[in-house]
């Protein structure tokens, strides 16, 4: 079954707007990872969160985590036309994963002038 | 530092034809290797990843290989494609041993005519 996903699938915002993605998961994990991902290009780590962590920041990026609901938040501030991207949650798996993480779908985020 | 080759960038390809994805990383010794493939607008489907050199793990069944000839290099083959082979190949490392961050390379887009 899929491990994670985001939604929503597709969010469009204004500039300086914040944008909040979240990301749900079915089994326990230890560590939570956050991709971006330009159209076209491969994937750029952002940031991780292990399981025992509630939340991070990284400059404009924040990660919230919620190991009881299985749930995960990105939320990007003063979003910028650069920020449009495909955005991705990436688990591990804390038994049988090997050494693997499982992408969700994605959401396609578009920040507008 | 590390860097992440794979080629080429575009390949065209005829129905029944043979493939070979090359994917090589640098500076960094005994990766844990991935291939995934993205259909478009979707997300990434883990095909094969590998902890050594010969040591291969098949995900998803189909008409695709991967061998890992060499401790940093990754190849992604098949004998004959389908059209359902189409698709953005994505090859990927980590430290060896972590479920940490992937590094992506940038990424071979196959179209299958």
């Known amino acids: 079954s899929q491990q994670g996903e985001e939604d929503p699938q597709a969010l469009s915002i204004q500039e300086g707007e914040n944008a909040t993605m979240n990301c749900s998961y079915k089994?326990?994990?230890?560590?939570l990872q956050w991709y971006r991902q330009n159209s076209g290009r491969g994937l750029v780590h952002l940031i991780l969160?292990?399981?025992?962590?509630r939340e991070k920041h990284s400059g404009r990026l924040r990660v919230t985590l919620d190991t009881s609901k299985k749930s995960s938040s990105l939320l990007i501030t003063a979003s910028r036309a650069a920020d449009t991207a495909s955005y991705f949650c990436?688990?591990?798996?804390?038994?049988?994963?090997?050494?693997?993480?499982?992408f969700g779908t994605g959401t396609q985020l578009k920040v507008e002038l | 530092s590390q860097t992440i080759h794979q080629w080429p960038a575009t390949l065209v390809q005829p129905v029944g034809s043979p493939l070979s994805l090359e994917c090589t990383v640098e500076?960094?010794?005994?990766?844990?290797l991935y291939w995934y493939r993205q259909a478009a607008g979707r997300g990434l489907q883990l095909l094969f990843y590998?902890?050594?050199?010969?040591?291969i793990s098949s995900e998803v069944p189909q008409n695709l290989s991967a061998s890992r000839p060499q401790d940093r290099q990754f190849i992604l083959s098949s004998k004959k494609l389908l059209l359902s082979d189409s698709g953005f190949y994505l090859c990927?490392?980590?430290?060896?041993?972590?479920?940490?961050?992937?590094?992506f390379g940038p990424g071979t887009r196959l179209t299958v005519l």
């Open positions: 590998s902890v050594g050199i010969g040591q």
């Open positions: 969160i292990r399981s025992n962590e």
């Open positions: 500076g960094t010794s005994n990766p844990n």
């Open positions: 089994t326990s994990i230890n560590n």
């Open positions: 990927a490392w980590s430290v060896g041993g972590s479920t940490d961050t992937q590094y």
């Open positions: 990436a688990t591990d798996a804390r038994s049988g994963g090997g050494n693997k993480l499982t």
